[in-house]
């Protein structure tokens, strides 16, 4: 099942090693920074839109470049942050929680970092270009995205950046999914793996299935706009449409998975007990991941050309598997010895405003309410509960989890709380005025409103929200800067984790462990505690030769 | 297993969509399709060999793989700059790969030297 890993050392840490290694914490480490960064640009461009809608009239920006901020802004997040963030912390904490000593197949996820870098520097290039960076939104629809309606080398560069960026996912996707078959440690059966890397297994089989088709789509609308006219026949853009959603839904539950895993670990290690219901939670990830597979063209309801009571019934059966995973945070939650600390705090932002996201979804899983707010603020509403509320908030409930673990040293926690605070808050200041200018017919991808159209106020205080992220991710960078150099040191294991990768030093040693404990559960430290054992005793003893503990590193 | 599970779960979605819906001819072609796949990885999986237990060797660092990323990345640039990228990418390809080979290479006579295989 396992293998141990030997590592050739060349002795050195420089940066270049740092973006050449092949132990996959700095791959995962590399890959999560990098789409951070991108995170960092793309929400930069958010500010610039919001500032611009903030009254009526064009202030800062064209027409024409604020179609490309809102192009670049939803790619980045979705091609360049999200989803590549949400498999490189499992490129980085998978191996851990399984008790390997490392990734499987190490190059080929470190070719995916690189791909995804040059495929971030590919598509910001568009802006360098004479006609631009693409102009036609995340969703590049056809015939929109043809070479009449867009020309330029700034949209192609936008194609090339999508194939290269979704090719690094599903690169670093299959590693971490080989890891999981291949490299488990003794007595780690696939019931005993954690949550993380369950919803890892579920997100990764989503990347397997759906990513390849977008590769292929942008395939052949880069030939199309080369003139081979692929979808210039009757019906083409409809097709483009069921090609760009079949990836393009199932990537909003890839970047959603592992947050739920993330979430549910730290509900359960700050609740100070064992996860509640397991076993069903696992299964519905499996359940819920499947439908949500099953539900793409809910995207294209007004189009008629698609079944839309199929559509609008596998939407809807969402709600079961996801009320089972709702249903177990808040079942762990009860009865424990909640801490509030700050990763526990993104975990609750996490579950109140993704309720927002998936309630407000009923209303657009149905084809008559979606007629109404189709294309309008209400479903950028909607998405950014899902997309925000989910995934940032679910990646910084991991930050700050696991930031200990990264680097040795802890985050302030008063910052933390901050962050999370002011966060929450701009989250909902933003956001919230969006579903009432939707519902006001205030259509989405569009520069400016007319004074008269009774739509300023609402633009304004969004604009207040999204300045009010921006301060709070400003808290954010202080605190790591602060804490990476003044940070109090962590230890192993500063929040008395269930889960294994709480058994190696902080940050764990290339080869991950020197020994583990039995496994039993999914929450192995867990177990050791509940028998009056405690775990960092244990690690201590088997640090010392010829006294090892049950079990063995990988 | 639990590939052929969910890929099973994925047919059973869309053959009740076939059986009860009138679906247009993507809808199963996408998700039974994507079905199918996950079905044939799983079986594919479940009848591997199993690793061979025992060492594996890996090199701390591979600059031969970034550099072949950056190689592909140029290679596919270079479908819309020109064919003289083409040229000088699959060129920087070729090294990135001798480089991988020779890293495969020098791992395999060190696991051969220390008895790991």
């Known amino acids: 099942m396992s293998g141990a890993t030997a590592v050739l050392r060349n002795g050195s840490a420089s940066i270049v090693d740092a973006l050449t290694g092949t132990d996959h914490k700095r791959i995962g480490l590399a890959t999560t920074a990098t789409a951070f960064a991108f995170f960092l640009i793309g929400g930069s461009l958010a500010l610039l839109m919001r500032s611009e809608l903030a009254s009526p009239g064009m202030d800062i920006v064209s027409e024409g470049t604020y179609n490309e901020l809102f192009t670049i802004h939803g790619s980045t997040m979705f091609f360049l942050f999200a989803a590549p963030a949400a498999v490189a912390i499992g490129v980085y904490m998978v191996p851990l929680q399984l008790g390997a000593s490392g990734i499987a197949w190490p190059r080929l996820a470190l070719l995916g970092y690189w791909l995804l870098a040059a495929g971030g520097v590919i598509m910001y290039a568009g802006f360098l270009t004479a006609h631009g960076a693409a102009t036609f939104g995340w969703t590049a629809y056809y015939p929109l995205s043809d070479s009449n309606e867009t020309p330029g080398m700034g949209a192609d560069f936008w194609i090339v950046a999508v194939v290269l960026a979704t090719t690094a996912v599903l690169l670093q996707a299959v590693c971490v999914l080989a890891t999981i078959v291949r490299r488990r440690a003794p007595g780690m059966s696939l019931l005993r793996m954690p949550l993380f890397a369950w919803s890892e297994v579920v997100t990764c089989f989503m990347v397997v299935a759906s990513f390849p088709v977008l590769i292929v789509t942008m395939i052949l609308l880069f030939l199309d706009r080369q003139g081979v006219g692929i979808f210039t026949g009757s019906g083409g853009a409809v097709t483009y449409q069921h090609l760009f959603w079949f990836y393009g839904h199932p990537v909003v539950y890839v970047v959603f998975f592992p947050l739920v895993g993330v979430v549910g670990e730290v509900i359960a290690t700050f609740s100070r007990r064992r996860f509640f219901g397991f076993k069903p939670t696992v299964l519905s990830l499996l359940v819920f991941s499947a439908i949500s597979m099953s539900v793409w063209a809910h995207h294209m309801f007004t189009t008629q050309a698609v079944a839309n009571n199929y559509f609008s019934t596998t939407s809807t059966l969402l709600l079961v598997p996801a009320g089972i995973e709702y249903f177990a945070f808040l079942a762990t939650m009860v009865g424990g010895r909640i801490r509030l600390g700050a990763p526990m705090l993104f975990a609750l932002g996490f579950v109140l405003l993704f309720l927002i996201g998936g309630l407000t979804g009923i209303f657009i899983g149905s084809p008559p309410l979606d007629y109404n707010v189709h294309d309008t603020y209400f479903v950028v509403a909607h998405f950014h509960y899902t997309v925000f509320g989910g995934t940032v908030f679910g990646l910084f409930a991991a930050i700050y989890y696991w930031f200990p673990k990264l680097t040795g040293r802890m985050l302030d926690e008063r910052l933390g709380r901050l962050h999370a605070v002011l966060m929450f808050v701009g989250a909902l200041v933003t956001f919230i005025p969006m579903f009432f200018l939707g519902v006001d017919g205030m259509s989405r991808r569009v520069a400016d409103y007319l004074p008269t159209d009774g739509l300023t106020t609402l633009n304004v205080v969004a604009t207040v929200g999204a300045f009010t992220i921006f301060v709070s991710v400003v808290v954010f960078l202080v605190n790591v800067v602060r804490s990476l150099r003044l940070g109090e040191p962590a230890g192993p294991d500063p929040w008395k984790g269930q889960t294994l990768e709480w058994f190696a030093d902080s940050p764990p040693p290339a080869g991950n462990f020197a020994s583990l404990p039995p496994v039993r559960s999914h929450a192995p430290l867990l177990d050791l505690r509940e028998d009056g054992v405690d775990p960092a005793a244990l690690r201590r003893r088997a640090s010392i030769p010829d006294r090892a503990t049950v079990g063995g590193a990988s | ?117």
Do not use: K, N
């Open chain 2, 1 to 117: 297993m639990v590939a052929m599970l969910w890929g099973s779960f994925l047919a059973i979605l869309i053959g009740a969509g076939v059986i009860a819906f009138e679906l247009d001819v993507e809808t199963p072609a996408l998700l039974g399709g994507a079905a199918l796949f996950m079905l044939a990885a799983g079986f594919a999986v479940a009848i591997a060999r199993p690793e061979p237990v025992g060492v594996e060797v890996a090199p701390e660092t591979s600059p031969p793989t970034a550099w072949l990323g950056v190689s592909l990345a140029l290679l596919a640039v270079s479908a819309v700059v020109g064919l003289w990228l083409t040229w000088i990418a699959a060129g920087m390809c070729g090294a990135g790969i001798g480089g991988i080979i020779r890293e495969r290479r020098a791992e395999r006579r060190l696991q051969e030297r220390e008895g790991l295989r």
